[in-house]
């Protein structure tokens, strides 16, 4: 499989994992709804009504089965194809593809369909089918079968090979097609659901990765793991069990298990619904204030922290640390094995040297701007001259300190290598004033870092020619 149909089979298993559970609270006695297939359409986008800001949500084709039994003991059985958007079904198809959108959806949120519709005339038939759920969990098991048998299984050919089994070699062919399951060696075949993995190896901004930050060097890998999994892997390490929802097990390059527990201690001003929140920057680069981490850990060593948080049956995972003034948790979603890569604009937030100092800027600006228009609570006069009347949402010092730890796609950073916080201010400034009735202030903050960073590799380049 490639990387895109690996991306669109985890979405759609996640949604699947999710819906599922809803269903199972609705069945009946004599009513039984079972999922047939799923097709990933895309991301519907729209404007926000208050800042028209484009928004963006999954939209998902579901083909179920619903049985029924009447009052004589007859059982019907139809189909039926229900739209989503999110997690949220907004209508029903007909044979010949037609939506038929729910009344209370097409009538509030006019928007919205119209960015469905759009997306679905946007991709084939042909496309969906060839992308959806069974037939990409048919390629998937066609390569694991030829892997395990040694000869090429093509996706039509799996259901007689799987018939030739024995019960015996369908387990140990489970076994080997969960990807991140643990192997013998690791921890004695404990079956988990839920488990995902985080590679150590990623790096948080442009100079630190994963293992550094959380001082766990000897690792390759953190696997979380729900809690009441994990009693087979410390049953040998006697490692404690934490009363929480998730638990984190490192994994070396040999292979051996532990269950980080002892590493870390639990945070208990946050996570599992307590009152106290957090500041996140999410994968999609938009920024929350919620209190929503089912299991907060913190490390004992260097006190940087780890968060889970449930997500339609994956597991969200940040990086956190504690701000200087606020004495609260900042943080940035970590990649895991059934998370999308987090993009580079990301990562450059948490910066070592820029992130402590990062309070919830983004939840400030919400509360201000209201239907009545803009009512800020600080408005500051970041050119420093009186008789200006810009009103601006910024914050002069920490978008210097973002520009001074910028980080190029190459990973490099090299504004603060070679400019001074002096030197970057006043470039900052200057282009404030210069611009400030032409571009926004978020283009020009991206056009200094970019101007500044090919100005500093320049300056790099020469400086080693010269020696």
């Known amino acids: ?32 709804v079972e999922i047939k297939d799923i097709k990933y359409v895309g991301k519907a986008t729209w404007k926000d009504k208050v800042n028209r800001k484009d928004i963006s949500d ?45 009344s209370n959806f097409a009538n509030s949120e006019p928007d919205k369909m119209q960015a469905v519709n759009d997306l679905l ?26 892997a395990y048998l040694g000869k090429e299984i093509k996706p039509e050919e799996v259901q ?42 990623t790096k948080v901004d442009g100079k630190e990765n994963l293992a550094q930050r959380l001082d766990l060097k000897e690792y390759d890998s953190i696997f979380v ?34 269950v980080l527990n002892d590493e870390f201690e639990m945070d208990k001003t946050v996570g599992n619904n307590a009152s106290r929140e957090q500041t996140k920057v999410r994968a999609d680069s938009t920024a929350t204030r919620d209190n ?33 003034e606020e004495n609260e948790n900042v943080g940035i979603q ?24 990062q309070n919830d800027k983004v939840q400030d600006e919400i509360e201000e701007h209201t239907e009545n228009g803009c009512e800020p609570k600080d408005v500051k006069d970041f050119d420093g001259k009186e008789y200006t009347e810009t ?19 190459d990973g490099e950073q090299s504004i603060n290598e070679v400019f001074t916080e002096k030197e970057i201010k006043d470039k900052l400034l200057r282009d404030l004033d210069k611009y400030k009735d032409k571009i926004s202030t978020e283009q020009i903050i991206e056009n200094v870092k970019n101007e500044m960073d090919a100005d500093a590799q320049i300056y790099t380049r020469e400086h080693k020619l010269e020696q």
Do not use: W
Request: proline share 0%; hydrophobic share 25%; with cysteine.
């Open 1 to 32: 499989m490639n990387k895109k149909e690996k991306e669109i089979l985890n979405i759609e298993q996640s949604f699947k994992d999710t819906l599922e559970n809803e269903i199972a609270e609705q069945n009946t006695e004599n009513k039984k």
């Open 58 to 102: 999954a939209v998902f084709i579901v083909e179920k089965q619903i049985k029924e039994i009447d009052e004589n003991g007859k059982e019907r059985i139809t189909e039926q194809k229900n739209y989503y958007l999110g997690d949220k079904c907004i209508g029903g198809g007909l044979e010949n593809n037609d939506v038929i959108y729910q």
């Open 121 to 146: 005339e946007k991709v084939s038939d042909k496309e969906l089918n060839e992308y959806s759920l069974n037939n990409l969990q048919n390629k998937e098991l066609a390569e694991v079968l030829s």
């Open 160 to 201: 007689t090979e799987l018939d030739k089994m024995s019960e015996e070699e369908l387990e140990e062919l489970n076994e080997e097609k969960e990807e991140n399951s643990l192997t013998d060696k690791q921890a004695e075949k404990v079956k988990v659901n839920g488990i995902q993995k985080v590679d150590l190896n």
């Open 225 to 258: 793991i729900y809690s009441d999994n994990i009693k087979d892997i410390s049953k040998k390490s006697k490692e404690k069990i934490n009363n929480t929802t998730y638990s984190l097990v490192g994994m070396k390059n040999d292979g051996t298990a532990k």
């Open 292 to 324: 929503k981490d089912q299991s907060v850990y913190t490390r004992k060593s260097n006190g940087a922290s780890i968060g889970c948080e449930n997500d339609m049956g994956n597991v969200n995972m940040f990086l956190y640390q504690k701000t200087k």
């Open 334 to 357: 970590i990649e895991t094995s059934k998370t999308k890569k987090i993009p580079v604009e990301t990562r450059r937030v948490f910066n070592r040297n820029q992130g402590v100092y």
């Open 391 to 409: 009103h601006e949402h910024i914050d002069i010092d920490y978008y210097v300190r973002q520009i001074q730890n910028y980080e190029n796609e």
